[in-house]
């Protein structure tokens, strides 16, 4: 809250250079600011009595936005890439499934593999986890699983994760 937006009766006052001006009513501690052409901003609405601050109020939101951007811009996106497997895959398309899936890795991504089951498929689901094993002990370089098989629905998934490089 700032100027006009305070109701309370006294208010413990903080002058812009930090110093503490005590307890005086709230119209004194508006009075001071506007003579300084600064706001009155409450910053420990809780407290007893609520502690006000005499600040540059827009300069201030100005900084806030400021470091929020900067934070925006340090923090990394991974994203979930998915790759399909079927149970009975051929040796090239495994091949071809793994490069894919350690470029995503290399990326920094996390990556979904995914075996779909179709038709009577689904009664031998072990040899689908066998190929999600097979695939995780390949690409063991340069990935880590995050979440081990499990099913859902009629497809089984696993989420692998890039190594860190510490």
């Not at 006000?52 to 979930?80: H, L, N």
């Not at 495994?94 to 990326?107: C, G, M, P, V, Y």
Request: net charge positive.
């Amino acid at each position: 809250m700032i100027n006009e937006e305070i109701r309370d009766r006294e208010v413990r006052l903080i002058d812009q250079d930090g110093t503490q001006l005590g307890i005086v009513a709230t119209k004194d501690a508006l009075n001071t600011a506007y003579e300084k052409n600064l706001d009155l901003v409450m910053i420990a609405p809780n407290s007893k009595p609520p502690v006000c601050k005499i600040m540059d109020y827009s300069k201030y939101r100005f900084d806030q936005m400021k470091k929020e951007k900067e934070a925006k811009k340090k923090q990394k996106v991974t994203e979930v890439k998915e790759v399909r497997l079927s149970p009975n895959i051929g040796d090239h398309d495994f091949d071809t499934k793994l490069k894919n899936a350690s470029k995503f890795l290399q990326d920094g991504n996390k990556v979904k593999v995914s075996v779909r089951f179709r038709g009577r498929e689904i009664t031998h689901n072990e040899l689908g986890r066998d190929v999600l094993l097979k695939f995780a002990d390949a690409i063991s370089s340069v990935g880590s699983i995050d979440k081990a098989p499990k099913m859902e629905g009629r497809s089984m998934v696993m989420f692998l994760q890039p190594k860190s490089n510490k």
